[in-house]
């Protein structure tokens, strides 16, 4: 913030105060002012919610959880700067993961205190002579700033005759440590019984305000043991439960298409979704190799859990197709559609999928299972058969065959059928394909397979289809649709 904080050298004391008196009473007018390089873009609701929250309640422990991208660490330092410049708040922890990360959070407070034009002509100089440091810093005004890596003794913090009494904890995780239990226990343990010990032990003379800023990156982390804690954990991801942006007037669709086009599904899910796809224990490895002709195996099919959600954005369960064909002892998945789609592209692809096999001479009418379990049923009967209907209309006849099985637990299901042909190299994804994103997807899925994942929508469809092949459950009573010129039925 060296530039773009003009001020105004002709008001008179009257008229500065005034001013001042305004913005203060108005904390979005108030940081709006002030860092006006910050607001690249209207502030959406739930940034105005929070920072009320914040501003109002000085005994407040929240944790923000807020998407990539979304300024949850931009909007911290505002809020913190107001209440100290404001004369609410006198000590201030900055807390990481390391002492080296926490140096670099502080070092916007201690830019905007040394530079900002704004805030040194309405609340005066301050940076002091003898105690401004990177990792430790006090104003003129005695408000004093300090950083802190996870494990430091936080002994000694007092300013004066205040204790700590804001207490910000950002990117307290690490990839490194959300793998191993035992450091999340230990950190956790510093957090609780050394770093808010420092706090003054009367709540209501001296309140506390602890703000802990950081996404859930694992199924157990720090971010979300403390939000079990907090007075509230505000979890707000790239997208609402109506697949809408949660900023719109900042991060469009496009903007998270985009994104999602460019990153793996797990990276997707974890920093923009606060969902965590685990690194699981049961595919720690696939096989990408050539495939052999699809006339030259024993049994081609086409598999595809529809789910029921007619969305075509994250946020739902995802529908997934795929070719898959069984030589020998050897299983193939020769191509994959795994994606949040509606319920029209779904059989659009279900068309095409049954296109690509029958250009592959040689090969025998491919049956195309559709998973109809109780849970789904009339879903099948009801949305899918009429939409296949119509389109046959055009498209020809689509030999289908509803998969009933009584599944399982997805899980089990996935780690007893899938992972011992992974482990015998009998399971062999299209190496053509590697690079497609949907087949990323799924490998990515794979990858996280464990009992208490929540994304696992590509190997449940490949469990589905190789459980058939290897049950060899092609059965005769598959249903044909042809244009009802023909008179047919299914």
Known sequence: ???????????????????????????????????????????????????RRIISKAEWFEVRSWSRGMAKSVRSVMEILYLTLTGKKHNILIVSHTLDHATELANPFRTELENNNRIINDYGLQRSL???????FKTQKGVQFRALGKGQNPRGTRNENYRPDIILIDDIDSDEEVRNLQRIKDGLDWIEQALLSTRSSSTSEKPLLILVCGNIIGQYCSVSELGKKADRHDIVNIMDKNEQSNWKGYISKRDIERIRATISERAFQQEYMNNPMPQGDVFTEVKF???????????????????????????????????IAKKKSIFYLYKVWLNNMNNDTFIDILFEAHRIVKE???????????????????????????LIRKKAQTKGHLPITPDTRKKADKYARIEATLEPLNRLKQLILNKKEEGDTDMQRLRDQLFGVAPKAKIMDGPDMLEGGVWILQKKHLANQHQYYTPQRHNRKF
Request: a negative charge; glycine letters at 4%.
């Open 360 to 386: 592959d001479e040689g090969v025998d009418i491919t049956k195309v299972f559709v998973e109809n379990n109780s849970l789904q049923n009339p879903f099948y009967e009801q949305v899918l058969l009429p």
């Open 1 to 51: 913030m060296l530039t773009g904080t003009p001020v105004t050298l002709d008001e008179t004391p009257f008229e500065k105060s005034k001013r001042i008196r305004g913005l203060e009473a108005d904390f979005e007018n108030w940081a709006k002012y002030y860092f006006p390089k910050y607001y690249e873009a209207a502030p959406a609701p739930f940034h105005i919610r929070a920072s």
């Open 130 to 136: 003898s105690k401004w440091k990177e990792d430790r």
């Open 289 to 323: 190799d050539s495939v052999p002709k699809l006339s030259t195996c024993q049994s081609v099919i086409i598999y595809a859990d529809p789910a029921t959600s007619n969305r075509d954005v994250a946020g739902g369960s995802m529908k997934a197709i795929g070719i």
